[in-house]
């Protein structure tokens, strides 16, 4: 009797076929990449607009609890976000911060001072509902100290920064530059040229509803600020100098220049630009744009080629301009 036997059938993949399978792979990955950091981004943008308005609903609370919003920068130098930590569920943190020091023989605005035991404390607790989820995770911050960037933590940023206004001058002359639409005091804000006062939040505002006469649905309260990646300042800081309100302002901008205008890549094409990197205008590292939070309580995002003139008018909080909102 004979067997026959038969060679068994041997199952994979060739190499032509494996490198084809790799390939496939490789582009489904190409495809489903930028769909999933679009979704990433969009969640990111969504927590961020859900902040900024917090901020702004912390505002309102202040206001209706004082009488008026909150200053970019009060008499003693800080923030308008360090005023609103009692109405943002930080009333443990708020107690750390000296609202009614002794400036006798000051030189610099308390949050400056990281040698005091309470400040450094504070400096020391990251805020992330103050900031924005897109940033970078880690970026120098100064804090105090001649400038020392001895924190790596973009949680001590405050990328929430009040709109002062809608206009600059040039230089800090004593020269006025005021006029109905867009004042502001050419003492204030070297940093700027003079800090506006046409908005809400400003140095040392007392700003209250009835000021608002352009509608709370129509003006400007608070907008981002993604910062001077180099050189920015924590949450607290609002003024360098207290005494005069002069100096270097750290918590809020004018709307002169357009949104997301100094970013990172123009800079590195316009040398003039990188002393100022990211810090001339309001921005943020959400594609085309930045939030706002509104007056009345709203938010929303603002494009980056949105009017000049609407931009400006809504940014003044009474100069009578009839434009739609951005």
């Excluded at 949104?259 to 594609?287: C, G, M, Q, V, W």
């Amino acid at each position: 009797m004979s067997y026959r036997s038969e060679a068994g059938s041997r199952t994979g993949f060739t190499l032509v076929e494996l490198l084809v399978v790799i390939a496939i792979i490789g582009i489904l990955v190409a495809l489903l990449l930028p769909a999933v950091q679009a979704a990433r981004e969009a969640a990111r943008r969504t927590q961020c607009l859900s902040q900024i308005r917090q901020v702004g609903f912390a505002c309102q609370l202040f206001a209706d609890t004082k009488g008026h919003f909150p200053s970019a920068a009060d008499e003693f130098g800080y923030s308008h976000l360090a005023q609103i930590l009692p109405y943002h569920e930080e009333l443990a943190l708020s107690g750390l911060l000296d609202f009614d020091p002794d400036l006798s023989g000051a030189v610099k605005a308390p949050w400056d001072n990281a040698n005091d035991a309470n400040i450094r404390a504070a400096y020391l607790t990251p805020i992330p509902a103050f900031k924005c989820p897109s940033n970078p995770e880690s970026e120098p911050t100064n804090m105090g100290t001649s400038g020392a960037q001895d924190i790596q933590e973009t949680a001590l940023r405050g990328h929430y920064g009040a709109v002062l206004g809608c206009k600059h001058v040039n230089g800090c002359s004593g020269s006025s530059a005021n006029d109905e639409i867009c004042p502001v005091d050419p003492v204030l804000g070297c940093s700027t040229g003079g800090s506006a006062t046409g908005g809400i939040i400003y140095i040392k505002s007392e700003t209250s509803y009835r000021n608002i006469t352009d509608g709370t649905s129509k003006t400007f309260l608070v907008g981002e600020l993604a910062g001077d990646l180099g050189h920015a300042r924590t949450w607290m800081a609002g003024v360098a100098d207290p005494t005069d309100g002069s100096g270097w302002i750290y918590s809020g901008k004018n709307v002169d220049w357009p949104i997301n205008y100094a970013t990172r890549d123009r800079a590195k094409a316009e040398p003039a630009l990188r002393i100022r990197e990211n810090d001339l205008s309001f921005n943020s590292f959400h594609p085309g744009g930045c939030h706002f939070a509104f007056a009345d309580g709203s938010g929303r995002f603002v494009s980056e080629s949105v009017d000049k003139d609407v931009y400006k008018a809504t940014a003044s909080r009474g100069a009578g301009e009839t434009v739609a909102s951005p």
